[in-house]
């Protein structure tokens, strides 16, 4: 996969925003983590031995969670208007941004294939109107991986 030569053409302004986008700790994952420790969960944080890091480790329940962002990861929900792609710059922003799903999709399969579950949350998800439920969902699908039975169909991730 050829990486994407684009500083050559990005202003230092532009530049200087885009470092500014986060890789960890980012808002929506830490919502995620304050409201899984309210719930009394306890979990490591961005295991750089697995595929991906992780951002959410359950080593006891063998599961993982990823906060995705709806825009750099290619939410595939049409309901979701954080995915949508800019306007401008095409060229650069769809193999960018597919290379990103790609290496989501490669991550999982690896972390599966080694025995573990793989829970992902999208940032929509995790807005004040939402986090709730998406906790509840969150819980009942670690209570079902530690229980032994099989999670809940619902397919909210």
């Known amino acids: 996969m050829a990486r994407i030569k684009a500083k050559e053409h990005v202003s230092p302004e ?10 960890k700790n980012t808002k929506p994952e830490l919502r995620v983590r304050r409201a899984l420790h309210a719930a009394g969960f306890r979990y490591r ?13 359950f ?6 969670i990823f906060v995705h962002g709806c825009f750099w990861h290619r939410h ?13 710059r095409l060229e650069f922003w769809e193999p960018k941004l597919e290379a990103n799903a790609a290496r989501d999709r490669r ?3 690896l972390l599966e294939e080694a025995g573990w579950k793989v829970i ?3 940032e929509c998800q995790t807005t004040p109107s ?14 079902c991986i530690t229980s032994n039975t099989d999670a809940p169909k619902t397919q909210l991730f």
């Open 14 to 23: 532009r530049s200087a925003q885009m470092a500014l986008v986060k890789g």
């Open 45 to 57: 944080l961005h295991d750089k031995s697995l595929p991906g890091h992780p951002d959410i480790v």
């Open 59 to 64: 080593r006891s329940r063998k599961t993982v």
């Open 76 to 88: 595939s929900d049409p309901n979701c208007k954080l995915a949508r792609l800019p306007k401008s």
């Open 107 to 109: 991550n999982k399969s």
């Open 120 to 122: 992902t949350i999208w």
């Open 130 to 143: 939402t986090i709730q439920s998406t906790i509840t969902n969150t819980k009942k699908q670690l209570e």
